[in-house]
């Protein structure tokens, strides 16, 4: 079983950038497809991005195409999520999630999908 750890959250005014961070420890990572969501108070876990195991296929949710990217590297077995332009409706806990994949380049967007989670690291963007 892998597990996950996120850093890299805090407090940005609109406009700004972070970088999220998803360290694995357990296992290698570079037979798992992993995703970022989100998650706000009274709403479901939402999906943000995710990334195939073979680091060549990538998808985004609608709301953060063009100024999110989802990134990984097995070597350092981390995967990362580079978050520009935030807006105030950006703002939630932020989630990384890993599993096995079958085949490289197939990616998942659905948290039932993921098997292992981390605890999450909370990202507040202030107008």
């Known amino acids: 079983q892998v597990q996950l750890v996120e850093s890299g959250g805090g407090l940005v005014q609109a406009g700004g950038s972070l970088r999220l961070s998803c360290a694995a420890s357990?296992?290698?990572?570079?037979?798992?497809?992993m995703g970022w969501f989100l998650h706000t108070p009274g709403k479901e876990r939402e999906f943000v991005a995710s990334?195939?195991?073979?680091?060549?296929?990538?998808y985004y949710a609608d709301s953060v195409k063009g100024r999110f990217t989802i990134s990984r590297d097995n070597h350092k077995d981390t995967m990362y999520l580079q978050m520009n332009s935030l807006k105030s409706e950006d703002t939630a806990v932020y989630y990384c999630?890993?599993?096995?994949?079958?085949?490289?380049?197939?990616?998942?967007?659905?948290?039932?999908?993921?098997?292992?989670w981390g605890r999450g690291t909370q990202v507040t963007v202030s107008s």
């Open positions: 999630a890993a599993r096995e994949s079958p085949e490289p380049t197939i990616f998942y967007a659905a948290p039932a999908d993921f098997g292992s």
């Open positions: 990334i195939s195991r073979s680091n060549d296929r990538t």
């Open positions: 357990g296992r290698a990572i570079g037979d798992l497809a």
